[in-house]
């Protein structure tokens, strides 16, 4: 089993709506947890940290966490096309481990 | 402040040649951590650079790679012999702590061995 999996996308939204991006993880003991956006040909870049249960507001950007489920989510809320980007959801159990990333296609 | 600086940002080398990639990462930041990120694939992890702990080499993929940090900031990447599936981009990224806190990453270097 994977450290970190995320729904395999990609994932295309009308603009406006929300996209909804959900990660699971295989390490019950870990206590941080990261979104990162990364557009094509361009490094991955930090948008959300999370550390403990519950939502956490950042713009438009809402990151959900359930510790008991071992689930991690984001929700991109009136979403724009310079949304279009891959997510890499991160989670540390000894080190940071990176998803494979969900491909996000948002339509004018 | 200034961000994480990689150099160069791209490289063409010949099949056979050796190669260095230089990452310098943010002021204070104690970890550093090499990347490789194929066309369409996700992260790979390489190597893990914290304080002046010994390294973490678990990702290197064969002794061709190697890497060294030195004075605890800039980093430098080595690739001997390179060969056509080396060719990937090679991302640096720091942290203000230890492996569980949030990494900041630089521009990459795009490599592509002929």
């Known amino acids: 089993q994977k450290e970190v999996e995320q729904n395999s996308g990609p994932l295309s939204v009308p603009e406006g709506a929300i996209a909804s991006l959900n990660c699971t993880y295989s390490?019950?003991?870990?206590?941080?947890f990261f979104w990162y956006r990364q557009y094509s040909g361009k490094s991955p870049e930090l948008i959300m940290s999370?550390?403990?249960?519950g939502d956490k507001e950042d713009g438009r950007f809402t990151a959900q966490l359930n510790k008991a489920s071992q689930y991690v989510s984001l929700l991109i809320r009136d979403s724009q096309p310079s949304d279009s980007a891959t997510y890499l959801c991160a989670v540390t159990d000894y080190k940071l481990s990176f998803g494979a990333g969900t491909t996000v296609t948002v339509r004018a | 402040g200034a961000g994480v600086s990689q150099s160069p940002s791209n490289k063409v080398t010949e099949k056979g040649k050796d190669v260095e990639l230089r990452c310098d990462p943010i002021s204070g930041h104690t970890a550093l951590y090499w990347y490789r990120q194929s066309l369409g694939q996700g992260l790979e992890f390489l190597i893990y650079f914290q304080g002046n702990s010994a390294p973490d080499k678990s990702g290197l993929p064969s002794d061709r790679f190697s890497a060294e940090r030195t004075g605890g900031s800039v980093s430098t990447l080595t690739i001997q012999r390179t060969q056509q599936e080396d060719s990937a981009v090679y991302l640096c990224?720091?942290?203000?702590?230890?492996?569980?806190?949030?990494?900041?990453f630089g521009p990459g270097t795009r490599l592509t061995v002929t």
């Open positions: 390490d019950r003991g870990s206590q941080s």
């Open positions: 999370i550390y403990s249960n």
């Open positions: 990224a720091s942290s203000p702590s230890d492996s569980r806190s949030e990494q900041y």
